[in-house]
C-alpha cells in the first residue's frame, strides 16, 4: 500500500525569461495572481492536501521567495498598533510552521529533472509531490488533494494531465498510451516535447506530480535529453523500465499556464471574477477594451 504523502518539492530556480525585465529582479514565482503570488497558491495547495514539509529548489536572486515565506516583524507590528487584523491574517493565516521549510540551491540550470534530484537529500525512501507554481489551477477541490486521493490506490509515478491540440505536443511531456480509464491512465511510455508527427498521444503532462523515490536513483546517472536538459519525463520512462506503474491523472479544474504573458493575464482575470468583493467592477473595466 502506497505511503502517505507528506513532502512537496518546488522547483524554483528558473529565470523567468519570458516575463522580462520585469523578472530581472523579481522571481517569475512572486508575479502576483490578485493579491497572491503564484508560489502561494502552490503552497496552499499542497498544504491542502496534507503536504507536512515544503522543500524549495531555488537559484540566485530567489531571495524574495525566502522573505515572503518568513516573517516581517516590521510589518505585522505596525498592523497590530493600526489594528488592520484583517491585513495581518492576510499575511500570517498561510504560513507553515517553523521548521517545515527547507531550502536547497540548483547550481545549474540544468533542468527539470535536476532540479527534483536537487531535493533528494530532503525526501528519503517515501514519495513526494512536485509542483510547478507557473501552473496554476483553479478548482473546488485542489488538483494535488484529487491525486493524493487516487494515488492512495495506485502508487508509482503519477502526473496531472490535460488534452491538448495535436500541434502544441511538442510543448509537453506526452504520454504513451495502455489504457485509458477516464480520470485515470496507464502508460506505457512518456516522451518528452515530441514533433506532432510523432506524438505517441495528446495528453500532456502538466506541473503535479506524485513521484515514487525510485526517481531520484534514476535521476542520479540520468544524462541530458531534449533541450540538453535533465528532464524530469526521461526519468519516469526509465522507472516504467523498473516496473514502476505510471498515470496520467485528469483533474477537475482549470489550468492556467502562468508562464506565459497571456495565460498569466487570462488567470488573473478568471481569479479576479471568483472575488465577491471585485467581480463587479472588473466586469465594468472589461467593457471599456471588448
Not at 498544504?47 to 529548489?57: L, M, N, P, S
Not at 508509482?156 to 495535436?166: D, H, I, L, T, Y
Not at 506530480?209 to 519525463?233: N, S
Request: with cysteine; net charge negative; hydrophobic share 40%.
Amino acid at each position: 500500500m502506497p505511503k502517505t504523502v507528506r513532502k512537496a518539492v518546488f522547483p524554483v530556480a528558473g529565470l523567468g525569461t519570458r516575463f522580462l525585465p520585469a523578472t530581472k529582479a523579481l522571481p517569475k514565482e512572486m508575479l502576483p495572481i490578485v493579491d497572491k503570488p503564484l508560489v502561494q497558491y502552490a503552497v496552499e495547495e499542497a498544504r491542502d492536501a496534507g503536504i507536512e514539509e515544503f522543500i524549495f529548489v531555488t537559484g540566485r536572486a530567489k531571495s524574495a521567495i525566502e522573505d515572503h515565506f518568513d516573517h516581517s516583524v516590521e510589518l505585522e507590528q505596525v498592523l497590530r498598533e493600526r489594528g488592520k487584523q484583517e491585513a495581518l491574517d492576510s499575511v500570517l493565516d498561510w504560513m507553515p510552521p517553523p521548521g517545515h521549510i527547507s531550502y536547497t540551491r540548483q547550481q545549474e540550470p540544468l533542468g527539470l529533472g535536476h532540479a527534483v534530484w536537487c531535493a533528494r537529500n530532503f525526501i528519503g525512501e517515501e514519495p513526494f509531490a512536485v509542483l510547478l507554481a507557473d501552473d496554476l489551477i483553479l478548482s473546488k477541490k485542489g488538483c494535488l488533494s484529487q491525486m493524493v486521493s487516487e494515488y492512495a490506490s495506485v502508487g508509482g509515478n503519477m502526473a496531472a494531465v490535460v488534452e491538448v491540440s495535436p500541434e502544441m505536443t511538442d510543448r509537453y511531456g506526452i504520454l504513451d498510451l495502455e489504457a485509458d480509464k477516464g480520470r485515470l491512465a496507464s502508460a506505457r511510455g512518456v516522451v518528452e516535447k515530441p514533433a506532432p508527427a510523432n506524438a505517441p498521444s495528446n495528453l500532456a503532462i502538466i506541473g503535479r506530480y506524485i513521484l515514487d523515490p525510485i526517481v531520484l536513483r534514476v535521476l542520479q546517472y540520468q544524462g541530458q535529453g531534449a533541450e540538453g536538459e535533465i528532464q524530469l519525463t526521461d526519468s519516469l520512462a526509465k522507472s516504467l523500465e523498473l516496473n514502476v506503474p505510471f498515470h496520467g491523472f485528469r483533474f477537475e479544474g482549470q489550468r492556467f499556464d502562468c508562464g506565459g504573458k497571456v495565460g498569466y493575464l487570462e488567470a488573473n482575470l478568471a481569479f479576479f471574477m471568483e472575488r465577491d468583493d471585485l467581480k463587479d467592477r472588473v466586469a465594468e473595466v472589461l467593457k471599456k477594451y471588448t
